[in-house]
């Protein structure tokens, strides 16, 4: 019998008598798995992304009794079934990605984070049984008819895994809000503070990085266009429209409890529309707040292990523009953060053509954003890489900006103007001392940013040594 305690993210597994078969599900409800006679299997277990075969090849390997994997759950969106079978078939290529499988474009480096010796060992340990196209009623009864080969004679043998250690910066470990006019900026910034100052936190058997209540704001009117996602970002256009159907369409794949889609267009036994619903308020009652579709049902989900990480989508219009939030009780930043924006921004797109509203911003509000340690090197290489787009991000202050002056009789004049027009809006900030000025227009809420508040404090000491000098001072715009 295999146990559990020496495995990877044994928390997510399940432990039977047989130790010489194992069942991948993939993505398929772990509440199904009792399906399965006990005496039929020795581990049972998911896989939700192609990068889950590096840890389960370290599972194998520590297990020579171990010969058979079979493959059910169906065709997986991310393609992890793919990954798998592929790896087992054809192995890794000379730069160390799996041969005759790329996830829309983008490849798999295997040996970035396991050696090419146990690849090798893993192949040569493992016979691939591929059930994905079978109910896992079929396959309950198929697998007993399995043979075993016996133990392999190579093992067992253990390959450390490669951990990046990231350090916990010191924070306020709760409430953060970033603003972007892009999707992937906006993204690239919360992966950012994620790492800096996320607690370390084992979940499920799994280390993670975590910050508290994250809202991300995209400050745009544009609808989303798959077309021009960057390449960096690793989310391929035709993956998204892939995706888009587990948001947007009400039915559920074979195995799945649920998707997003059915909870919104296709709510409890009433079989409810909400978002049709809300597209029908939204035009009886334009300043209505009462626009809130919800995907976490009490009734089903309060009992299980894998309810919506998207729990509430709330709809607000203002000035002809339909505003959303979107809150998430668990969010994975590194691996599903940017696919959930950008299907959301599309769901946002149609209810407002629907209502013939403009486009707003839309804020995504995650409860626990996180970043599984799978995924700490990957998200933080893109950090790195993209270093220059991080320093240059700038944003226009939608409340307004601050225009500096001097005088002779009184110091420094700084005055507030509003953003559209650029009128004074009445507030004035008067006096010779730039620290207790810049202080005083920090706390009075007239700036977002730090960037802005880096500019005008810059600006205020630059008015300062003008006056001390008698010289003169002109704002650098």
């Known amino acids: 019998m295999i146990q559990k305690e020496q495995l990877l993210y044994n928390e997510q597994l399940r432990f039977g008598t047989r130790s010489d078969i194992g069942i991948c599900t993939q993505w398929q409800n772990p509440e199904d798995w009792k399906i399965f006679n006990k005496d039929s299997f020795g581990i049972i277990g998911p896989l939700y992304s192609a990068a889950g075969v ?64 146990a690849v090798e060992l893993f192949r040569e340990q493992i016979s691939l049984i591929d059930w994905r196209e079978l109910k896992l009623a079929e396959i309950a009864t198929k697998v007993g008819e399995i043979g075993n080969p016996g133990s392999f004679e190579k093992g067992p043998t253990y390959f450390p895994e490669t951990r990046l250690d ?15 006019k892009t999707i992937h900026d906006l993204w690239l910034r919360v992966v950012e503070q994620v790492l800096k100052f ?34 960096w970002t690793g989310v391929n256009p035709d993956f998204m429209r892939k995706y888009e159907k587990e948001i947007l369409t009400p039915g559920i794949s074979e195995g799945k409890k649920y998707t997003y889609g059915s909870r919104m267009l296709n709510w409890g036994v009433e079989g409810i529309d909400q978002i049709e619903l809300a597209i029908e308020n939204l035009k009886k009652d334009p300043a209505s707040r009462r626009v809130v579709v919800n995907l976490y049902d009490n009734r089903i989900d309060s009992k299980s292990t894998n309810p ?32 959930n924006t950008y299907a959301l921004r599309k769901l946002q797109g149609t209810v407002a053509e629907k209502t013939g509203l403009e486009m707003g ?60 027009l650029g009128f004074p809006t009445g507030y004035e900030f008067v006096g010779r001392d730039p620290g207790k000025i810049a202080y005083e227009i920090a706390l009075s809420g007239l700036v977002l940013g730090q960037t802005h508040m880096t500019y005008i404090t810059n ?19």
Not at 67 to 75: A, E, P, Q, S
Not at 83 to 101: C, H, M, P, S, Y
Not at 202 to 208: C, E
Not at 459 to 477: F, I, M, N, P, S
Request: glycine fraction near 8%; charge should be neutral; aromatic fraction near 8%.
């Open 54 to 117: 590096v840890p389960m090849m370290r599972n194998v390997l520590q297990k020579p009794e171990l010969r058979t994997i079979v493959l059910c759950g169906g065709r997986s969106f991310n393609g992890s079934g793919d990954a798998l079978a592929a790896l087992l078939k054809q192995g890794i290529d000379e730069t160390g990605n799996i041969v005759g499988f790329d996830l829309f474009g983008q490849r798999v480096p295997i040996e970035r984070y396991i050696p090419r010796e």
């Open 166 to 180: 990231l350090p916990v910066l010191e924070s306020e470990k709760v409430g953060q809000v970033f603003y972007s």
């Open 198 to 231: 996320g607690t370390k936190k084992r979940v499920g058997g799994i280390n993670t990085k975590e910050y508290l209540n994250i809202q991300a704001v995209l400050m745009s009117d544009t609808k989303v266009d798959y077309e021009k996602i960057p390449g």
């Open 308 to 339: 919506p990480c998207l729990t509430e989508i709330d709809f607000l219009s203002q000035d002809g523009k339909l505003f959303m939030t979107c809150k998430f009780r668990s969010h994975d930043i590194g691996s599903a953060w940017l696919s």
């Open 361 to 420: 911003h839309m804020t995504i509000a995650s409860h626990s954003a996180h970043i599984y340690e799978r995924d700490f090197q990957s998200s933080a290489d893109i950090v790195g890489r993209q270093k220059e787009r991080l320093d240059n991000q700038m944003l226009m202050d939608p409340r307004g900006n601050i225009v500096i002056e001097i005088s002779p009789d009184v110091g420094i004049v700084a005055r507030h103007i509003d953003a559209k």
């Open 459 to 477: 600006e205020l000491w630059k008015a300062y040594l003008a006056v001390e000098k008698g010289g003169t001072y002109r704002q650098d715009h």
